[in-house]
């Protein structure tokens, strides 16, 4: 067998794009493509002094053929993983030991399932991901390193990660599933009557307004509208004051009208005629089965325009393209109402203090328990007219 390489890269530039695509494949969400994750660094949104230094680990069989990829960064912080660690901060703290810098496998500043070890076909991934968290552990060694962390993880890389040693923590996201619907009617019919009534009720209050939402992707996209995202974007994070959560620069928004990147974006543009001139706008990240909804924003408080531009037009958007599922993002109860359905998540762990370690795998299990039961009994109160549809798989 040729022999087996490894380095690490603090830019993923330091990774040709075409080997980086190639091994992650077509089926991977777009939040690994190699543009992607470019457009963070490149744009200062992903960053040292951001508190994220990319550190990806690579495997090379001659020196030249890529065979495995983990994308990873040293956090110097814990915000924009939605994930929240602060209980193992505060154990850290407790016992003397220093939390940060931590390792994290994940999208940058993007709460979405997918994370895993991508290795090429001609590879034992099994066999490589051991290797590659053995390589992991021993930087983690080499530079007092407490802990690996990733989130969001691939449900078929899971079971690898964990015969490796991995601990699991599960959390909980919300989904919407087509679940075989094919209009917005379908989707109305799930619902017992008084929530269709207030679903149309709400999307009514819009129309009223003079409001129409045109979903706007790939060439249709223009500096122009990309730059009023962005400036959405920010004025909606600044609502929140220091809580806001503003990760992305502007040029960040400036790239996604690269081809590369805007196949993958839909813009949900609310205007009165003129899309160069929205009220309100969310954006959104698609492949050929998925609908993730990331940012929002509006100009004016008009009643449940929020609902109508986040939830309401990207699911009727997602079920006219055949797409099988919506991720509506991190937080908000009232996702819940409009046929989010609460969704278990796995985030994997490794932990380099033998007593932090011993006290959190003690912890874990009865800690996920009562998770599943939360994720159950959320579940079990929503306003379907059945019962909602099962997407523990």
């Not at 949104?45 to 040293?74: C, E, K, M, N, T």
């Not at 990207?314 to 991190?330: H, K, M, N, R, T």
Request: glycine share 6%.
């Amino acid at each position: 067998m040729a022999s087996l390489s490894a380095r690490w890269h603090r830019s993923i530039s330091e990774i040709p794009e075409e080997q980086w695509d190639q091994l992650l494949g077509d089926q991977i969400c777009p939040f690994y493509r190699w543009t992607w994750l470019l457009a963070l660094e490149r744009s200062g949104s992903v960053a040292p002094d951001q508190g994220w230094q990319p550190l990806h680990l690579s495997l090379w069989r001659d020196d030249d053929q890529l065979v495995a990829v983990a994308p990873l960064y040293l956090k110097g912080h814990s915000y924009g993983e939605f994930v929240f660690d602060q209980s193992f901060a505060r154990l850290a703290g407790d016992l003397g030991l220093r939390y940060y810098p931590k390792l994290i496998g994940m999208s940058p500043v993007s709460p979405v399932q997918g994370y895993r070890f991508h290795v090429a076909s001609s590879e034992d991934p099994q066999e490589l991901t051991t290797v590659m968290l053995g390589l992991i552990d021993d930087f983690a060694a080499r530079h007092g390193i407490l802990s690996c962390n990733f989130l969001y993880v691939d449900p078929a890389w899971q079971p690898l990660a964990q015969a490796a040693g991995c601990a699991s923590w599960l959390n909980q996201q919300s989904l919407w599933s087509s679940d075989g619907q094919q209009t917005f009617n379908d989707y109305l019919a799930g619902f017992n009557a008084n929530q269709r009534r207030n679903i149309k009720r709400e999307r009514k209050a819009v129309r009223a307004a003079g409001l129409t939402v045109t979903p706007i992707t790939g060439d249709a996209l223009t500096p122009v509208l990309v730059s009023r995202m962005h400036d959405f974007y920010a004025q909606h994070c600044a609502r929140w004051g220091p809580w806001g959560s503003k990760y992305l620069d502007a040029s960040f928004f400036d790239r996604l009208c690269d081809p590369s990147l805007a196949e993958h974006v839909v813009l949900f543009n609310a205007h009165r005629g003129d899309l160069n001139e929205p009220v309100a706008m969310s954006l959104c990240v698609k492949d050929a089965q998925h609908l993730w909804g990331r940012y929002w924003g509006s100009d004016e408080e008009i009643d449940c325009l929020h609902f109508e531009v986040c939830y309401y037009a990207p699911i009727e958007w997602a079920l006219q393209q055949g797409l099988v599922s919506f991720d509506p993002g991190a937080g908000g109860s009232h996702k819940r109402r409009r046929g989010f359905v609460a969704t278990a998540r796995t985030s994997l762990h490794r932990w380099y203090d033998p007593q932090m370690d011993t006290l959190i795998r003690a912890w874990l299990p009865r800690a996920n328990a009562l998770m599943q039961e939360e994720i159950e009994a959320i579940n079990a109160d929503l306003p379907f007219r059945a019962q909602p549809p099962d997407l523990g798989r």
